[in-house]
T-cell receptor
Framework: EADIYQTPRYLVIGTGKKITLECSQTMGHDKMYWYQQDPGMELHLIHYSYGVNSTEKGDLSSESTVSRIRTEHFPLTLESARPSHTSQYLCASHERGGNTIYFGEGSWLTVV | GDSVTQMEGPVTLSEEACLTI???????????LFWYVQYPGEGLQLLLK?????DKGSNKGFEATYRKETTSFHLEKGSVQVSDSAVYFCALSDPGNQFYFGTGTSLTVIP
């Protein structure tokens, strides 16, 4: 079992609000990822990190930002949420040199 | 670049039917191959994996064999249950540990 945690699991917020989705893992993994996914659909990589102070944008353009100040923590922030941001956000990690990626349970965001 | 192509869904089966979800890959090196399962409202969970040619991954009655000659990793189960209803993702990781996911196949098993 992977020890990777996301909060909140479900959130409904108004347009224009700032929101931070939290992701923490206790496995000491260097590499962490954020994916965006509409229900049951394909995954879109929006951000990734190879370690502390390393962040990169993924394949899908996103208005969100991320930070990696500690190995175990990789929060994602939306400065001004819009209805188009309504989606599920999945955090994932794997260890350097490891070939298996582990996912959190996801954060469902609804912007009204 | 590397990629994964999997069978389009949705797939609907009766309980105890046989399941095959096709997955083929394109890779320049020797990737590891995976099947992940996503139950409604949850994240992806590792179902099984295989790291080299001819390896068979298996778990919970599901199995898949790494076929280098046909670049395939089809997921099979002999008798599905209602509890198997989920979305299944085929994936690969290349030797540089970049991950590539298929588009997912939705499975619904009816009693």
């Amino acid at each position: 079992e992977a020890d990777i945690y996301q909060t909140p699991r479900y959130l409904v917020i108004g347009t224009g609000k700032k929101i931070t989705l939290e992701c923490s893992q206790t496995m000491g993994h260097d590499k962490m990822y954020w994916y965006q996914q509409d229900p049951g659909m394909e995954l879109h990589l929006i951000h990734y990190s190879y370690g502390v102070n390393s962040t990169e944008k993924g394949d899908l353009s996103s208005e969100s930002t991320v930070s990696r100040i500690r190995t175990e923590h990789f929060p994602l922030t939306l400065e001004s949420a819009r209805p188009s941001h309504t989606s599920q956000y999945l955090c994932a990690s794997h260890e350097r040199g490891g070939n298996t990626i582990y996912f959190g349970e996801g954060s469902w965001l609804t912007v009204v | 670049g590397d990629s994964v192509t999997q069978m389009e869904g949705p797939v609907t089966l009766s309980e105890e039917a046989c399941l095959t979800i096709n997955c083929t890959y394109t890779a320049t090196g020797y990737p590891s191959l995976f099947w992940y399962v996503q139950y409604p409202g949850e994240g992806l969970q590792l179902l099984l994996k295989a790291t080299k040619a001819d390896d068979k991954g298996s778990n919970k009655g599901f199995e898949a064999t790494y076929r280098k000659e046909t670049t395939s990793f089809h997921l099979e189960k002999g008798s599905v249950q209602v509890s198997d209803s989920a979305v299944y993702f085929c994936a690969l990781s290349d030797p540089g540990n970049q991950f590539y996911f298929g588009t997912g196949t939705s499975l619904t098993v009816i009693p």
